[in-house]
C-alpha cells in the first residue's frame, strides 16, 4: 500500500488520482485472489477500483453532462433541509394555537374539575362534566376544605342558609371564600338538591346572583364554595344586629339589584328558575354594597308557562306565598311575594315577624297594611332615615310596590320585569288590594285555611273580581 499517496486537504482524508504505480497494486490484488481467503468468484480488481471510486470521486465540474439532463439547482440540500424544517416548525405552531384556542372556546361551556389528592367527582357532577352543561369550576377536596374553615370552626360561620350553615374560609392560594355545608338531616335527597344547586349556579351568571367557584361531595359530605362577600349578608344589616346603617340610596339599590336578580332568574335566564327561599339571609352584599342573591339549593326550574305542584314544602315561614304554603302551587308568584316581604323589611329595618313588639306591630305586612289604611305609611320608615331629610314619597312608593307584590291571588301580582319599571318610576303603579296574611287572632287559634288567607278583602273595588287587574286576567 506503500505506493499510494495519501494527501490531507480541509481536514478529510482523500486519495489522490491513480498514479502509474497502479498496475503494481493491480497485480498484487490479482496475484492475491488465487489464495484461499477470498471468496470464489471475487474480483480483487473490482474491489481495488471501487475503494477509489468512493474515497476520491472525482469533480462534478469534469464530468461530461448528459444531454437533456437539467442543471443541478444552486441550492444545496443543507439549506433545502433547513428550509423544509422550519416550514414543518411552522406548521406544527398553527396547529397548537388553533387547538388551543378551540380549547379556550369550549372550556367556556364545559366544567373542568380539578382533583385534588384522588378524590373524584360525584357521578352524577361527572356526566354533566362530560355533557358539557356546565360552566368551568374547581371541585375541592373535603380535607381541604375543612383546613380553610378550621375545622368549620364557630367564629368562622357567616351566617345559615336554607339548607346548612355558610362558614369563611382561607385557601392554600390565600384566597378568601365562603363554604356553605349542605345539612343532610334536613332533606331527604341531599345528594339531588346539591347536584340541582350546582347545576344552575352554573348555568347561569349575573352580576345580581352569587358566583359558585366549586363543590365537594366526599361521602357524606356535600359542600360548595361561594366567592366571598365582603359585607356579609343582607339580614345582619337589616336586623341592626351590627349597628351598620345604610342611607336610603344604598337601600334603595340593594332592592332594585334583587329584583333585577330575580327578573333574570324568571324571564331572561335560559332556564326558568323560582328560588322558592327570597330573604335577608339569602342576600349577600360586596364590598360596595351590590347585592347577589345566594342558596339555589331550593330553587327549581320548569318549562315555560307551566307551574309546579310542589309535593314537599321548601322555604321560610312569613316570606311564603299562600298558595305554595296551603296549596303547595308553586310558580314565579312565589317569589315576587317573598320579595314584597323583603321590601318591607328593608324600609323598616326588622324583620316581618317579632313577637317582642305589641301586638299590632309583630307581623310587618298586617302592621303596613293598616298604616296603609290610615294614610300614615311614612310611620313605617325607619327613623333613621327620616332624620337624614328623605323625600318620604320615594319610600312611600316603594311600600306601594311591596304591597303589589303581596297580592292574595298569584295571578294579580306583577312579574319582576313590571316590579323593575315600577321601582325606577317607568311604570304606573295601580291601586292594591289588602295583602295576604293570617291576622293575628286566627295565627293565635292556630287555625287556617287558604280560604282564610285568600279570602277577598274590602278594598277601594269591593271585590277581587271588580278590581281592574283581575278583570284583565
Wanted: glycine residues 6%; charged residues 20%.
Amino acid at each position: 500500500m506503500d505506493s499510494i499517496n495519501l494527501s490531507f486537504s480541509h481536514s478529510f482524508l482523500s486519495l489522490s488520482p491513480p498514479s502509474p504505480q497502479l498496475p503494481a497494486i493491480a497485480a498484487a490484488a490479482s496475484s492475491s485472489s488465487s489464495s484461499s481467503f477470498w471468496p470464489q468468484g471475487f474480483s480483487s480488481w473490482a474491489m481495488v477500483r471501487r475503494i477509489l471510486e468512493v474515497t476520491n470521486p472525482p469533480s462534478p465540474s469534469k464530468l461530461p453532462e448528459p444531454r437533456g439532463t437539467p442543471s443541478p439547482s444552486p441550492m444545496s440540500s443543507s439549506a433545502l433541509f433547513f428550509f423544509a424544517g422550519v416550514l414543518v416548525v411552522l406548521v406544527i405552531v398553527l396547529i397548537l394555537i388553533t387547538l388551543f384556542w378551540k380549547f379556550m372556546k369550549l372550556n367556556d361551556m364545559t366544567t373542568k374539575f380539578a382533583k385534588k389528592d384522588n378524590s373524584l367527582p360525584p357521578q352524577g357532577v361527572a356526566s354533566e362534566v362530560l355533557s358539557g352543561t356546565l360552566r368551568t369550576i374547581s371541585y375541592f377536596n373535603f380535607q381541604t376544605l375543612k383546613k380553610a374553615t378550621k375545622n368549620f370552626h364557630a367564629d368562622n360561620l357567616l351566617g345559615r342558609g336554607g339548607f346548612g350553615p355558610v362558614y369563611r374560609g382561607k385557601l392554600r392560594d390565600g384566597r378568601t371564600v365562603a363554604v356553605k355545608k349542605l345539612s343532610l338531616d334536613k332533606s331527604q335527597q341531599g345528594e339531588s338538591e346539591f347536584l340541582a344547586e350546582v347545576r344552575m349556579i352554573t348555568s347561569i351568571q349575573h352580576k345580581n346572583l352569587v358566583r359558585l367557584l366549586g363543590c365537594c361531595s366526599d361521602g357524606e359530605q356535600r359542600l360548595l364554595v361561594y366567592e366571598y362577600m365582603k359585607n356579609r349578608s343582607l339580614d345582619l344589616i337589616v336586623y341592626g344586629n351590627n349597628n351598620q346603617f345604610m342611607d336610603w340610596n344604598t337601600r334603595f339599590q340593594i332592592i332594585l339589584g334583587i329584583a333585577r336578580g330575580l327578573q333574570y332568574l324568571h324571564e331572561d335566564s335560559p332556564l326558568r328558575i323560582v328560588h322558592r327561599d327570597i330573604k335577608a339571609s339569602n342576600v349577600l352584599l360586596d364590598d360596595k354594597f351590590q347585592p347577589r342573591i345566594s342558596d339555589f339549593g331550593l330553587a327549581r326550574f320548569f318549562p315555560e308557562d307551566q307551574a309546579y305542584l310542589s309535593t314537599t314544602f321548601a322555604g321560610t315561614l312569613g316570606y311564603t306565598a299562600p298558595e305554595y304554603a296551603i296549596r303547595g302551587e308553586l310558580s314565579e308568584k312565589a317569589d315576587i311575594y317573598s320579595f314584597g316581604v323583603l321590601l318591607l323589611e328593608i324600609i323598616c329595618c326588622r324583620k316581618n315577624t317579632d313577637l317582642s313588639l305589641p301586638s299590632e306591630q309583630q307581623y310587618l305586612p298586617e302592621y303596613a297594611w293598616k298604616l296603609y289604611e290610615k294614610n300614615k305609611v311614612s310611620e313605617l320608615i325607619d327613623p333613621r332615615l327620616r332624620q337624614q331629610g328623605i323625600e318620604d314619597r320615594d319610600v312611600v312608593h316603594v311600600i306601594h310596590v311591596a304591597f303589589l307584590c303581596l297580592q292574595p291571588l298569584a295571578n294579580l301580582r306583577p312579574p319582576m320585569s313590571e316590579v323593575v319599571a315600577m321601582l325606577t318610576c317607568k311604570a304606573d303603579t295601580g291601586t292594591p288590594l289588602k295583602p295576604a296574611f293570617l291576622d293575628k287572632r286566627r295565627r293565635a287559634e292556630g287555625s287556617f285555611s287558604w280560604d282564610v288567607i285568600s279570602e277577598a278583602f274590602p278594598s277601594p273595588y269591593g271585590s277581587l273580581e271588580s278590581h281592574p287587574a283581575s278583570r284583565a286576567k
